[in-house]
């Protein structure tokens, strides 16, 4: 079955710090990639996602890359702030189901201290 | 738009209770889904519906039931509550069952069993 590993957390930096989370996922199909970040309290939100390979999602200064060669999607941003810190998760959703369903990894909780 | 909406926030059972936790969305999205978020595991899958009477089970479906008489509702009863079932569960949401659409997430539901 479809699976997704994250590095694991978690993550403390300093602000203005490069982030680099890695996701490396496992489906039979051609999934559809997602991160989503969840504040404290709140839900999950959607960060940015890629739908097939070599696709660049990004949003906020967050970007990911579609690489299905190495089957992973890590994420990355230039510079961190304090308002970055939350955890982040990684996702798929196989293009085989087609039923509004997604499969996630365990969660990377960022820390970023001023 | 209010988005999703969960109800409780919070909720305190005995062992043996039963409850129903309440989701609804107001952006006329068929596909709902219902997960767990526990400590270290990420989003579990509980059920899920791709429309009006139709649901189905999964990862985790065993002690709790869903149904879906409209688009909006789709609230998941615990039968009788077990301390295995504290969590955190959440509410999702997309248009389509299209692998490239996000999903939607409520606050959560946090639930603890004593």
């Known amino acids: 079955g479809d699976s997704v590993t994250q590095m694991e957390g978690p993550v403390t930096l300093s602000e203005e710090a490069f982030l680099t989370i890695n996701c490396t996922y496992t489906?039979?199909?051609?999934?559809?990639l997602f991160w989503y970040v969840q504040y404290p309290g709140e839900g999950l939100q959607l960060l940015l996602k890629?739908?097939?390979?070599?696709d660049k999602g990004s949003n906020k200064g967050f970007e990911a890359t579609y690489r299905k060669e190495t089957t992973s999607f890590h994420l990355e941003k230039g510079s961190v702030q304090v308002s970055d810190s939350a955890v982040y998760f990684c996702a798929l959703s196989d293009r085989d189901t087609n039923a509004g369903k997604s499969t996630f990894g365990d969660g990377t909780t960022l820390t970023v201290k001023p | 738009n209010a988005g999703v909406t969960q109800t409780p926030k919070f909720q305190v059972l005995k062992t043996g209770q039963s409850m129903t936790l309440q989701c609804a969305q107001d952006?006329?999205?068929?596909?709902m889904s219902w997960y767990r978020q526990d400590p270290g595991m990420g989003l579990r899958l509980i059920h899920y519906?791709?429309?009006?009477?139709?649901?189905d089970q999964g990862e985790v479906p065993n002690g709790y039931n869903v149904s879906r008489s409209t688009t909006e509702d789709f609230p998941l009863r615990l039968l009788s509550a077990a301390p295995s079932q504290t969590s955190v569960y959440f509410c999702?949401?997309?248009?389509?069952?299209?692998?490239?659409?996000?999903?939607?997430f409520g606050d959560g539901t946090r639930l603890s069993i004593l």
């Open positions: 489906a039979t199909g051609y999934p559809s």
């Open positions: 890629a739908t097939k390979a070599d």
């Open positions: 999702a949401s997309s248009y389509t069952g299209a692998s490239n659409q996000p999903q939607h």
């Open positions: 519906s791709v429309g009006a009477g139709i649901t």
């Open positions: 952006m006329n999205h068929e596909y």
